[in-house]
């Protein structure tokens, strides 16, 4: 896995490069974590669905809202704005409640407390509204979201399912969304250049999703795991 730093004396293009291949090398290693959706229990898929459900539903937007207030540069705040104006305006959540029910997945109590851990880690990440790392978190966020719905989607249909609006909208419609993140990234990272702050903590809120993603996919929070 690449592990590229913060400081570089590379141009600002080749550095948001490196740091979007590092971004695609978590995201291929935690779809490769993923079990075979065949080997999956009823119970499994719906564990699944109901746990991505239970982070999505209310924080995508809340947490695109602290990239904005959070964001410096006109040209990040426009790419948001955009991002924001397309959740709100289509109800993405209304979207993603149709896909749900039709799933029969509603979470539970216990899919919302299996993720609370480490969901409430980055809650507190993006409460502390830091530009460049919270671009990065959310362009990590669309760019694993978009290539998790052919996944979602075979989850959904094995559940008898056929509602597959809300996976064809984020498989297919997000990977502009995606590249426009990270020019927005690449915008913050050039209002702020070199900082320390960014230096130390670029990756922060990468490596907390990746945590609250992974208890998606077990059930289990990394949190309790290390306890
Ligand atoms: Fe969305």
């Not at 409640?97 to 216990?110: E, Q």
Request: negative net charge; proline residues 4%.
């Amino acid at each position: 896995m690449h592990s590229p730093t913060f400081v570089s004396i590379a141009p600002k293009g080749t550095q948001t490069d490196s740091i979007k291949a590092y971004l695609e090398d978590v995201t291929d290693t935690l779809l490769a974590s993923l079990p075979a959706i065949g080997t999956l229990s009823a119970d499994e898929r719906r564990g699944i669905i109901a746990r991505y459900t239970a982070v999505l539903e209310g924080n995508f937007i809340y947490w695109m809202t602290g990239a904005y207030l959070a964001a410096r540069s006109e040209a990040a705040r426009s790419i948001i704005t955009d991002n924001l104006l397309e959740e709100v305006r289509d109800s993405h959540p209304a979207m993603l409640r149709r896909f749900v029910v039709a799933a029969d997945a509603l979470p539970t109590d216990t899919d919302a407390i299996a993720v609370a851990p480490d969901l409430n880690e980055v809650r507190l990440f993006i409460g502390r509204l830091s530009p460049v790392p919270i671009l990065a978190t959310m362009a990590f966020f669309e760019s694993w979201i978009q290539r998790f719905m052919p996944y979602l989607e075979d989850l959904a249909q094995r559940q008898g399912s056929s509602e597959n609006e809300y996976t064809q909208v984020h498989g297919v419609c997000d990977i502009a969304h995606s590249e426009g993140l990270f020019h927005a990234l690449q915008a913050e990272m050039a209002l702020a250049g070199n900082s320390h702050e960014s230096e130390k903590s670029l990756y922060e809120g990468v490596h907390l999703l990746r945590a609250l993603i992974e208890s998606i996919f077990t059930g289990r929070s990394s949190m309790a795991l290390a306890a």
